[in-house]
């Protein structure tokens, strides 16, 4: 009986933390999938921060590959803030 009960319990564990798994993939799509159409958006130049926003986006795209879903996130969320900082930047 105790058998059952902790199969029950791990196999209905299993199944309700699979979404969350599916989720943060989903974002980490979302976000890369939004810096992307930003970097294409960015003034032509070649200073460091451009080159730091396509690093970032480069080390995304390897941590989802990974399967490193958080890391994703939190990489492309860095690089869109950089990206939203560029853009909003007076141009000479």
Do not use: H
Request: charged fraction near 20%.
């Amino acid at each position: 009986m105790k058998r059952t009960a902790l199969a029950g319990l791990f196999i209905s564990a299993a199944m309700l933390a699979s979404p969350v798994f599916s989720a943060d993939n989903d974002l980490c799509t979302s976000k890369l999938q939004e810096l992307k159409n930003k970097v294409t958006s960015l003034p032509a130049s070649s200073n460091s921060t451009t080159m730091e926003i396509k690093r970032l986006m480069s080390s995304a795209e390897a941590s989802q590959a990974a399967g490193d879903d958080t890391k994703c996130v939190t990489e492309a969320t860095q690089a869109s803030s950089l990206a939203d900082q560029v853009r909003n930047q007076p141009t000479p």
